[in-house]
């Protein structure tokens, strides 16, 4: 069962000790993001965020660039820490968390794809995916066992002793998602993982991802500033704007009921018809052999 996240009044301030102090008393006070960077000169990237994510959902973060997306899903993980507000993954505030239940959670419970994979390029496909258990202390003969499974399920067999460079960027980010899965991680998370690729892998990818997750249990986090992309893959879709979340919901509940402006401006490009397909499809259980992956 992938986890549950839930997300109390989180705050992040980017600034001295001392302005995140004034800055909090002043979001209380109800000041905007450009308000407070204009008092103070602190920047508040996530601003009285709550919400849940529920187990298994594949969740997008949608919005433009500075909106505070990574600085969201980094707090996922603590490589940011809240300047307030609790972060409940399965029921347990992470923000408690000491060293040794930090890297205990890193290790096993959540994997994180950015938007440059950051492969060693010195090591083989198989060498990279093997990495996260590798620091786990897993020996090498299960290790290689996982890492071929992982290898297999993003269509990448026969491709394991080959270096990233000798692979295209579709196939690196491929590597990516596979070395993000070994581990087995209850909560995945994604960075707009897919902005750099051209349409056409672009879009075997969310299939791929789509049928990952009807593959197995497990809660994604997924982040783009598309939404075509968002509404594509999202069970439900967070729109965010000046670090503050604008409308949660399905993508129906964007087409019928935008909560303002904003957000009626922000979905009148998407194209409705292709998204009911792709979720329709993916409902069918999309066919995951429809790669583009020349095999050797
Ligand atoms: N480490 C940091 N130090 C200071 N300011 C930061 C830091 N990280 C992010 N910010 C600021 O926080 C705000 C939100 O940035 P963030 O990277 O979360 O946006 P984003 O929505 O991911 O944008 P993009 O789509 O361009 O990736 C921006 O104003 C940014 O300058
Ligand atoms: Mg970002």
């Given at each position: 069962m992938g986890y549950s996240v839930k997300v109390e009044n989180l705050s992040v301030v980017f600034g001295t000790d001392e302005q995140k102090k004034e800055a909090l008393k002043l979001i209380e006070e109800g000041h905007s993001q450009a308000e407070i960077k204009d008092m103070i000169g602190a920047t508040v990237a996530n601003k009285e965020i709550s919400f849940e994510i529920n187990e298994n959902e594949l969740f997008v973060i949608v919005g433009l660039s500075g909106s505070g997306k990574s600085t969201f899903i980094r707090t996922l993980n603590l490589l940011n820490i809240p300047t307030a507000g609790k972060i409940i993954v399965d029921g347990k505030d992470i923000t408690t968390f000491n060293k040794e239940e930090l890297r205990a959670y890193r290790r096993n419970d959540v994997s994180m794809i950015f938007q440059h994979?950051?492969?060693?390029?010195?090591?083989s496909v198989i060498a990279n995916v093997e990495y996260p258990l590798e620091i786990q202390g897993i020996e090498k003969k299960k290790r290689h066992e996982k890492a071929m499974e992982a290898i297999e399920r993003v269509g990448l067999a026969g491709w394991e002793d080959y270096l990233p460079k000798e692979l295209s960027g579709g196939m690196r980010q491929r590597v990516g998602l596979a070395r993000a899965l070994t581990n087995d991680p209850k909560l995945m998370l994604m960075d707009e993982p897919y902005s750099a690729l051209d349409p056409l892998i672009r879009r075997d990818m969310q299939n791929e991802l789509l049928a990952l997750e009807d593959d197995i249990e497990r809660t994604i986090v997924f982040i783009t500033h598309d939404m075509n992309e968002a509404f594509r893959?999202?069970?439900?879709?967070?729109?965010?704007?000046?670090?503050?979340?604008?409308?949660?919901?399905?993508?129906?509940?964007?087409?019928?009921?935008?909560?303002?402006?904003?957000?009626?401006?922000?979905?009148?490009?998407?194209?409705?018809?292709?998204?009911?397909?792709?979720?329709?499809?993916?409902?069918?259980g999309f066919p995951w052999t429809d790669h583009r992956v020349d095999r050797p």
């Open positions: 994979f950051g492969l060693f390029s010195h090591r893959m999202g069970d439900r879709i967070a729109l965010m704007k000046d670090g503050e979340v604008v409308q949660i919901g399905t993508p129906d509940v964007f087409f019928d009921s935008p909560a303002n402006d904003y957000v009626r401006d922000f979905i009148a490009d998407v194209d409705k018809s292709r998204i009911l397909k792709v979720r329709k499809c993916h409902e069918k």
